[in-house]
Every structure is written in C-alpha cells, then in structure tokens.
C-alpha cells in the first residue's frame, strides 16, 4: 500500500515534469509507451503478539483466611484498615501478596499488591473481577522480595470486589508476554466487612503462630510466618497519608 508521504512525493514529482514538458521542443513531446512500475516488495508481516499466559494462585497455606487490621495513624488521628492476604502458585511457592485499604471517614480506597521482579514497570499493571471495570496500577517501589504496585479503587469497585469470585491481575513479562495471575477472592467480602483486628493483636497472633512453628518438627515455616508479619506491619507503614 502506498503511503501518505509516498503520494505527495509522486504528485510533486509529477508537476515538475509536466512544468518540464513546456519548455521542451514539439519533436521531443511525443508520447512514450507507459512503462510498468517496478513491483513493491512486500512489507513484512508484523509478529504476533505472543499468547497471554494464565496463572491460577491459592492461598498462601499458613493464612487461614483474609485478615483486616485496623490501626490508629496518631499524625492525622484517623483509622487507616487493610484487608490483605498471600498467595502461592501451585507448588505453593510464594508469589504475591495483596492488600485492600481504607481510611474511616474518607471516601478514599486503594489496593496495594506486591508483586515479583522482573515484570516490565512501563506497562504497569491491570487488574479486574468478573462484573468490575478494568483499573489500572502504577509501580511505586521495588524492594529484595518484590515491588509494590497502587491503584484507587471505588465503592463500585469494592462492591464488585466482594460478589466476584477471582481478581485477575494483569502485567507484562521481561519480553513484552502478558501474565494474568487469578487471585481467589473467597471470603474477602466477610473480612472487609468486619471490625478487624488491631495492631497489638496481630502481633499476639504472630508470636503464637511463630513460638507454633518453633516447636513444630523439622521443615516448619516459622521463616515464612516471621516474613510474613513483617510485610504485614511494613505495609500498614508505608500507608500514605491522607
């Protein structure tokens, strides 16, 4: 197909030649047999994309169920929740972690996810549920075991959130490939909607599940749980302020 510019080119050239010809001799005005244009060498096909690959998480074993934590944000005097949860691949390898928030009294709700490296950051991220409209996230910050991704979210989206079944999130790998991870969202309705728990308890919790693990045979996660309270306690940190 010829394009655009190739058009203008060929009517410009056109017009010097005709303004040419009038300035010719008669004899040399004799109309010439049309040759053929040269045959266009085909443009090549563009590469197909390649196919999106699907990977369906669980919960991480050592969480039971989601978990709403409420805390008091002295600075601002305002009660910052999140509902969160982790979450492995089949082979129960970890692979994210997931986190709901909310600020009493404000309308303002957003998600953070902390994601695995290497995934492209230009992109950024896309997740829905069955019934929700697309959202888009931003990267905010990588760290050792991952990066934390951000998007805002609305009472139409939570709303949606809690009737769906699975949260689809979507990114880019280092060679451009789409990966949908599928997150289980039973039982996030029933957690979000709950009083939670406060700070001073999860770490109760933490400390029994941890001493638990420590008097388990071995080959016991009392690792994993120690990471996992940290990431907990790190996330309600790095909660922005509102």
Do not use: H
């Amino acid at each position: 197909m010829v394009t655009m510019s190739n058009k203008a080119r060929s009517a410009s050239l056109a017009a010097m030649a005709l303004a040419g010809l009038a300035s010719l001799p008669a004899s040399a005005q004799a109309p010439r047999p049309a040759q053929p244009a040269p045959a266009q060498p085909a443009a090549p096909a563009a590469p197909a994309p390649p196919q999106a690959v699907k990977v369906p998480l669980k919960a991480a074993p050592d969480q039971a169920d989601w978990l709403k934590v409420c805390g008091l944000d002295p600075s601002v005097n305002k009660t910052i929740c999140y509902t969160t949860r982790d979450f492995v691949a089949e082979n129960n390898q970890p692979v994210m972690a997931v986190a709901f928030y909310s600020i009493k009294e404000e309308p303002r709700r957003f998600v953070r996810i902390l994601v695995p490296l290497t995934f492209l950051i230009q992109p950024g991220i896309r997740f829905s549920a069955e019934g929700t409209q697309p959202v888009n996230a931003r990267f905010q910050i990588c760290l050792p075991q991952g990066c934390f991704v951000e998007g805002e979210l609305n009472e139409t989206t939570i709303t949606g959130l809690k009737k769906a079944t699975t949260l689809r999130i979507d990114m880019q790998n280092q060679i451009g490939q789409e990966v949908n991870f599928e997150v289980p969202l039973a039982g996030f309705a029933k957690a979000y909607d709950s009083a939670g728990i406060d700070q001073e308890t999860l770490q109760r919790l933490q400390q029994q599940q941890v001493q638990g693990a420590q008097q388990a045979p071995a080959g016991g996660n009392a690792d994993d749980l120690k990471r996992r309270g940290e990431e907990l306690l790190r996330q309600r940190q790095q909660a922005p302020k509102p």
